[in-house]
């Protein structure tokens, strides 16, 4: 859901880039942290992907011009380098290869999306948590020693609930109780998995 690191993305290393406000191209993150979510069907907001610098968003309006199809929400201030799709367009002609990068990146997201909603709709609830930190800590997660894994961004407890499709009331219950059996683990705002395989177990139980 989260796997989009600096680095992954190298479609706008190709591009000229600019800050804008346009709605038809795409943005690079170079700074900061976005959540992309949609309303689900019970209207309740379900965060699809946290994206961090190095990552890539609207890249769909590179290809068809079309209406956003999420939102994009800054969880901490953020600066962003805008691709317009005219811009593109001629780089395109310059490097045939991007519509490789881009064709690779929304195959990666789409797949990601998939995972999030199958999950959403058959993973008990503390699989569904555990499966929120996981992403976090694949995407953002620093090996500290001693197989804990400290996730470098705060997120917020709403955030990973919505993120886990559940009400922040559940998530927060389960985070208690892995925190007393010491699997996961809350300092000043960021989370350290102390137990990666234990949370693993919940996930795949």
């Known amino acids: 859901m989260a796997k989009s690191p600096a680095g992954n ?14 709605g038809d191209g795409c943005y690079g993150i170079e700074e900061g942290l976005l959540k992309v979510h949609v309303i689900s069907s019970s ?4 965060i699809l992907a946290i994206l961090g610098p190095g ?23 953020a600066k962003l380098s805008f691709v317009s799709r005219a811009a593109f367009d001629a ?5 045939p290869e991007l519509y490789r990068h881009l064709t690779m990146l929304l195959a990666r ?3 990601d999306m998939d995972d999030a909603l199958t999950a959403t ?14 992403s976090l800590a694949d995407a953002f997660g620093k090996d500290v020693g001693a197989g804990r894994i400290l996730v470098r ?14 009400a922040r009331e559940n998530f ?8 007393r059996r010491k699997i996961v683990s809350r300092l000043a705002g960021y989370y350290c998995l102390e137990k990666k395989a234990e949370l693993e177990r919940e996930r795949d139980q």
Not at 56 to 64: A, F, N, Q, W, Y
Not at 91 to 95: L, R, S, W, Y
């Open 9 to 22: 993305d190298t479609l706008l290393s190709l591009l000229p880039v600019d800050i804008a406000d346009a």
């Open 43 to 46: 209207g309740g907001d379900r």
């Open 55 to 77: 990552a890539i968003v609207g890249e769909l309006s590179m290809l068809d011009g079309a209406p956003r199809s999420a939102s994009v929400t800054a969880i901490r201030e």
């Open 91 to 95: 780089a395109v002609g310059k490097h």
């Open 109 to 111: 997201r789409l797949r």
């Open 121 to 134: 709709s058959f993973l008990p609830l503390k699989g569904r948590a555990a499966r929120a930190l996981l």
């Open 153 to 166: 961004h705060k997120v917020s407890q709403s955030d990973l609930a919505a993120m886990a499709g559940i």
């Open 172 to 179: 927060s219950r389960i985070l208690q109780d892995w925190m």
